[in-house]
């Protein structure tokens, strides 16, 4: 399915193998509905155990699922040109000062979400506008002028105005729906504003996992929740991070408004994400008790997976992609990135249950039937193109399992989070 609009994507072929031992290849191709069954009753050979899944559509990026024993599977699609969509938020009550924008849905560029869904923008905006995902349901809330670490000299607080449109924001692009809604954001006093109180304010430390190499070169902190059936997370508080102390002040009225949209009332959930100096990103998630009085919580980034090969030339098929081992949950996945350097990037992700690696995988012969050469080999040979490697990461909650979890929302329910840069560039030649 589109992983944008959730709707069904005809006319891709699948490509399934065992995952071990004799692959026992087939292929199909979806329907109108986006869907394929394969009949284990009509192959060859009796498939049981882990499945290796790909699915190669021209207007989107492959996908492969490796090492899944499900029966079921239901996989989102990457348009390899996505439609770019904007918002200009109306912000009212404040005449200059710095906007702290806060919502799932704000991008990077038109594929790639925010990963800390905030961003800092000044006052007054005229005719700026941000980058948002369209077609989802989003929450977009603000605060004024963040403080620095320790808070207002005064008070101590992180913020004396804020503001909330948790309204349906963004039209779909390929819909017959209307104009863009821009969010409206109001700003009015915070619930402690004024107030000297460390009242609702999360004291942390923050300790780098391995890989991340120092000094850290982006870094922000904030207090989120999980409202079910939204794409990422709902930013309810924001404070501000000094080396290796951190802090953040949970919005009342944000959270009380979380919690009526289905969030749990009495846990929060704190944030720090952070990029080091070569530019990998690293995020932790730790679930607190949402009181007032909260104790100090030590923030451990997780360890980055680095791309350790291929490199150079690399004859198909012996082609295997290797990475640092950093995962140990059973829920917890992997999704190695192949880029090629084509102008318009074709992109090869797989989506890799950290139960089923050490930190390699060999790519699926993606051959229609056992006697059938593949048609897709991938990476695609070409002498003049080249390849790189970079490293995904999800840890989920313990009790996730690979089977039971949906792929789409692997943003909002991680745990920790990482990206590393793309690694050495490597070429794949036929043999």
Same mark, same amino acid.
């Given at each position: 399915?589109?992983?944008?609009?959730?709707?069904?994507?005809?006319?891709?072929?699948?490509?399934?193998?065992?995952?071990?031992?004799?692959?026992?290849?087939?292929?199909?191709?979806?329907?109108? $509905?986006? !869907?394929? #069954?394969?009949?284990?009753?009509?192959? =060859? %050979?009796?498939? /049981?155990?882990?499945?290796? +899944?790909?699915?190669?559509?021209?207007?989107?990026?492959?996908?492969?699922?490796?090492?899944?024993?499900?029966?079921?599977?239901?996989?989102?699609?990457?348009?390899?040109?996505?439609?770019?969509?904007?918002?200009?938020?109306?912000?009212?009550?404040?005449?200059?000062?710095?906007?702290?924008?806060?919502?799932?849905?704000?991008?990077?560029?038109?594929?790639?979400?925010?990963?800390?869904?905030?961003?800092?923008?000044?006052?007054?905006? $005229?005719? !700026?506008? #941000?980058?948002?995902?369209?077609?989802? =349901? %989003?929450?977009? /809330?603000?605060?004024?002028? +963040?403080?620095?670490?320790?808070?207002?000299?005064?008070?101590?607080?992180?913020?004396?105005?804020?503001?909330?449109?948790?309204?349906?924001?963004?039209?779909?692009?390929?819909?017959?729906?209307?104009?863009?809604?821009?969010?409206?954001?109001?700003?009015?006093?915070?619930?402690?504003?004024?107030?000297?109180?460390?009242?609702?304010?999360?004291?942390?430390?923050?300790?780098?996992?391995?890989?991340?190499?120092?000094?850290?070169?982006?870094?922000?902190?904030?207090?989120?929740?999980?409202?079910?059936?939204?794409?990422?997370? /709902?930013?309810?508080?924001?404070?501000?991070?000094?080396?290796?102390?951190?802090?953040?002040?949970?919005?009342?009225?944000?959270?009380?408004?979380?919690?009526?949209?289905?969030?749990?009332?009495?846990?929060?959930?704190?944030?720090?994400?952070?990029?080091?100096?070569?530019?990998?990103?690293?995020?932790?998630?730790?679930?607190?008790?949402?009181?007032?009085?909260?104790?100090?919580?030590?923030?451990?980034?997780?360890?980055?997976?680095?791309?350790?090969?291929?490199?150079?030339?690399?004859?198909?098929?012996?082609?295997?992609?290797?990475?640092?081992?950093?995962?140990?949950?059973?829920?917890?996945?992997?999704?190695?990135?192949?880029?090629?350097?084509?102008?318009?990037?074709?992109?090869?992700?797989?989506?890799?249950?950290?139960?089923?690696?050490?930190?390699?995988?060999?790519?699926?012969?993606?051959?229609?039937?056992?006697?059938?050469?593949?048609?897709?080999?991938?990476?695609?040979?070409?002498?003049?193109?080249?390849?790189?490697?970079?490293?995904?990461?999800?840890?989920?909650?313990?009790?996730?399992?690979?089977?039971?979890?949906?792929?789409?929302?692997?943003?909002?329910?991680?745990?920790?989070?990482?990206?590393?840069?793309?690694?050495?560039?490597?070429?794949?030649?036929?043999?």
């Amino acid at each position: 399915f589109n992983a944008r609009g959730l709707r069904p994507v005809g006319g891709a072929t699948v490509y399934i193998e065992d995952s071990g031992g004799t692959p026992n290849e087939d292929s199909a191709s979806t329907g109108s $509905g986006g !869907s394929v #069954v394969f009949n284990d009753s009509l192959l =060859p %050979g009796a498939r /049981a155990g882990a499945q290796t +899944v790909t699915i190669v559509h021209p207007s989107y990026h492959t996908v492969t699922v490796a090492g899944i024993d499900s029966s079921v599977l239901s996989v989102p699609l990457r348009e390899r040109v996505p439609p770019a969509r904007t918002v200009a938020p109306a912000v009212g009550g404040v005449a200059g000062g710095t906007g702290r924008f806060v919502s799932p849905l704000l991008t990077l560029d038109s594929a790639t979400l925010d990963p800390d869904s905030m961003r800092d923008i000044a006052l007054p905006l $005229g005719f !700026s506008s #941000v980058g948002v995902l369209p077609d989802r =349901p %989003g929450w977009f /809330a603000a605060f004024h002028d +963040v403080e620095a670490y320790g808070g207002d000299p005064v008070t101590g607080r992180y913020f004396d105005l804020f503001a909330i449109d948790p309204r349906v924001l963004v039209d779909a692009t390929d819909g017959s729906g209307g104009p863009t809604v821009a969010p409206l954001l109001q700003m009015v006093p915070s619930s402690f504003a004024g107030v000297s109180s460390s009242d609702w304010i999360f004291p942390l430390t923050l300790t780098t996992g391995a890989n991340f190499n120092t000094p850290t070169v982006e870094k922000s902190v904030s207090n989120l929740s999980v409202i079910p059936g939204m794409t990422g997370v /709902a930013v309810t508080g924001t404070g501000a991070i000094s080396f290796t102390n951190a802090a953040t002040e949970l919005e009342q009225a944000l959270h009380t408004l979380a919690v009526g949209e289905g969030a749990d009332l009495a846990t929060t959930r704190v944030q720090i994400w952070a990029q080091d100096s070569d530019g990998d990103e690293a995020l932790r998630r730790v679930e607190v008790l949402a009181v007032a009085a909260p104790g100090l919580t030590p923030v451990v980034l997780p360890d980055i997976s680095l791309p350790l090969g291929p490199t150079g030339a690399q004859t198909w098929p012996n082609v295997a992609l290797s990475f640092s081992h950093s995962l140990a949950g059973n829920g917890d996945w992997y999704r190695p990135i192949l880029v090629d350097n084509d102008l318009v990037e074709n992109e090869r992700g797989v989506w890799l249950p950290a139960a089923s690696t050490a930190g390699s995988f060999h790519p699926p012969s993606l051959q229609p039937n056992p006697s059938t050469p593949s048609a897709h080999p991938p990476p695609p040979p070409d002498p003049g193109n080249m390849w790189t490697l970079q490293v995904e990461t999800f840890e989920l909650p313990p009790a996730f399992t690979p089977s039971g979890i949906f792929f789409r929302q692997l943003r909002r329910d991680n745990l920790g989070w990482t990206l590393s840069v793309p690694g050495t560039a490597f070429s794949v030649l036929l043999p």
